[in-house]
């Protein structure tokens, strides 16, 4: 599985994104999809999941209320919208693919390239 992710910027406090990750190569129905991030000095850490044929969800504490995570079939494409962003929301955020329904990034093998969000105070 390839994936492409898109879509961060620099936005103010309280403002919205909305990351998406295109899917290619094969078939995704068994996958579960997550978005991770990265931030300067820090592990990367879990944000969301979904999976891919079910659409059941799961979020990291410090986002739920925030960010929705969702998939678009016909497009091959994760989204996640992020909404009321603060500046601990700043950094490089990844989509993987994985077989496994986990917030353990090691279990996740195929990653996107990141794409920077970063929020000003």
């Known amino acids: 599985v390839q994936l492409q992710a898109s879509g961060g910027g620099l936005v103010q406090a309280r403002d919205s994104l909305r990351l998406s990750c295109v899917a290619s190569?094969?078939?995704?129905?068994?996958?579960?999809m997550g978005w991770f991030r990265q931030a300067p000095g820090k592990e990367r850490e879990f944000v969301a999941l979904?999976?891919?044929?079910?659409?059941?969800?799961n979020y990291a504490d410090s986002v739920k209320g925030r960010f929705t995570i969702s998939r678009d079939g016909a497009k091959n494409t994760v989204y996640l919208q992020m909404n009321s962003l603060k500046p601990e929301d700043t950094a490089v955020y990844y989509c993987?693919?994985?077989?496994?329904?986990?917030?353990?990034?090691?279990?996740?093998?195929?990653w996107g390239q990141g794409t920077l969000v970063t929020v000003s105070s």
């Open positions: 190569g094969r078939t995704f129905s068994s996958y579960f």
């Open positions: 979904i999976s891919w044929s079910a659409g059941t969800t």
């Open positions: 993987a693919a994985g077989n496994y329904g986990s917030r353990n990034p090691a279990l996740f093998n195929s």
